[in-house]
């Protein structure tokens, strides 16, 4: 574990935190597909990223859902630090996009750590500020442009987080996670695919050329 500390978290400098988390964190594997975070659940844990891919979605009372952002490799989710200090139930759920290798920390560490870890303590807020942004351009996204534009982008950041140009989902996945409709995704799919940039197979989507 201490490898994986100071190769995708090599900020924390203050040894006391370092022998902390080797003390008290819990690595688990994470398949891909499988869920970390439900909505609803009191978060027992935050996780630190080492490896792996989570999607971050936010999901209202009726099941509609918007992707938020992603995590990787360094990242933690800052939202499970609010509900672990305020023992509040998870306002998101996190999928893991790939298979994921965490670190998670127990959710009475928190407030200490806080308190006594600098290092610790400007990951936190340095990543509230990230995430932030992320939010504020999911929202910018959904209210002010269209759905294509949307979908590209999507298309693009898939793209990027997975290192890949052919990526395995569903049409409906995407419609979910973009807070749209099956029909309007097909649709624009093979708007796309006519134009060549794409190729649509059977849950499967390969990237042909970069879009502009």
């Known amino acids: 574990m201490r490898e994986l500390l100071e190769k995708h978290f ?10 902390a988390i080797l003390n008290v964190g819990k690595e688990v594997v994470i398949k891909e597909g499988e869920p ?6 009191f978060i027992k844990s935050t996780p630190l990223i080492t490896d792996g891919l989570l999607k971050v979605i936010r999901q209202d009372e009726d099941g509609h859902e918007i992707l938020l952002y992603y995590l990787d490799g360094g990242d933690t989710c800052v939202m499970t630090v609010t509900c672990c200090m305020h023992q509040e139930k998870s306002k998101i759920k996190a999928i893991a996009e790939k298979d994921s290798h965490l670190i998670l920390i127990p959710f009475h560490y928190m407030d200490d750590w806080m308190r006594n870890f600098r290092t610790w303590r400007n990951f936190i807020l340095q ?3 990230a995430r932030f942004e992320e939010m504020l351009s999911t929202l910018d996204q ?3 442009e269209s ?6 982008k999507y ?3 898939k793209k990027a ?3 890949t140009s052919e990526f395995k989902t569903t049409h409906q996945q995407i419609a979910s996670e973009l807070n749209s409709s099956r029909e309007a995704i097909s649709r624009l799919l093979k708007k796309l695919e006519g134009l060549r940039v794409i190729k649509l ?3 499967k989507i390969t990237i042909l050329k970069d879009f502009k």
């Open 10 to 19: 090599p900020f924390f400098k203050e040894p006391e935190l370092v022998e």
């Open 36 to 41: 970390i975070i439900r909505v609803g659940e």
């Open 127 to 129: 990543t509230y500020s």
């Open 142 to 144: 959904t209210a002010f």
């Open 147 to 152: 759905l294509d534009t949307r979908l590209i």
């Open 155 to 157: 298309l693009n950041d």
């Open 161 to 163: 987080v997975l290192n």
């Open 201 to 203: 197979g059977r849950n």
